[in-house]
């Protein structure tokens, strides 16, 4: 028996070879959205929640002028990006952490604060980075139960025990599209212990058009246990970059900046991450866009006959009536034969359901066009 035999017998024989930390080999790993339909060609992608809008024209040129001096290290500390953002959103920079996606930041917080033996709690239908997250970090997650595909508050807070250290919430949540208000995230913040600390992400906000909505910017402004991240990877356009930054009380991004890689945010990010905070009409443009097409998204899809769940997102949750999900797999592959790339969310306990991003007005307009062909063709 060679050695290849030996490796390859999952669970046998293993005992020679490293050990992953207890929990690793647990986790699940992340599977991205497809970017290609059947054919191996894509018409259109929708499967990531990415803008159809590009990128910020200042961005573009902001990174090809750093692409010249590609051998230099970049400022580790991203100061000028953290400047810009306090700029910005009126945050001070010194509570501003940086990272390679908002995915990074959100593993920091992890490794920073949970370890063995602690509990981390996230909702029924909340990203699947946080299960990663937690499990990576040693600790055991725990979720609590949703009520109509939004996160409960009340779910939340009765599992919350003595192990508990950190819970994490999507606001608005994906793959949902659901949001809480912000007197519902003040009341999980005063019910929960002043020793776990309250993530809140907040990766789609500048999408949300509610008056009772508050990105965290408040909470982690004046609380000792609460941190907020935001994505460059949505609304502005760079998610082929890896930018993202989280703002919390000043004792935790002093943690989370002790454990963090000393170069984790590469030039061109900074400098496409400070033209595009600072080009406030393509952030316009993008709401404008989303503002139009999330209605009539939603609203064509009913006309179909499916439910969609109401999203405040630049994505929408769509139902397909429950045949142990073959309805909602026959509909994507359907699509992807066409070219149009939308998420299967069985991994989220969503089996009969696909999220659509909203794309551009032809992507909208032709995925409607196909569900409609799709559903009459039975
Ligand atoms: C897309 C998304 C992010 C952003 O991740 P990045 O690593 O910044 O690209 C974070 N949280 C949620 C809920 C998301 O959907």
Redesign the pocket.
Known sequence: MNEMTTVTEAGKATANRPQPRPGVLDIAPYVPGKSKGSHGKTVHKLS??ETPLGTSDAARAAIEAVARNLELYPDGSSAELRAAIGEVYGLNPDRIIC????????SLIAYGYLGQGDEAIYSEHG?L?YDIAIRAAGATPVIAPEKDLTTDVDAILERVTDKTRMVFI?NP???TGTYLPFEEVKRLHEGLPANVLLVL?A??AEYVRRNDYESGLELAATSDNVIM?R????IYGL?NL???WGFGPAHVIDALNRIRGPFNVNGMAIAAGMAAVRDRDFVTRSIEHNDTWLPWVTAELEKLGLKVTPSVGNFVLVHFPDEDGKRAADADAYLLERGCVLRMVGNYGLPNSIRMTIGSEDANRAIIGHLKDFLEQK
């Open positions: 990531s929640n990272g390679a996606g908002s995915d990074e930041v959100l990203f980075v999507a949540n994906n793959p992400d990766a789609y991240t994505t460059f990877s949505k998610a890896r930018l993202g």
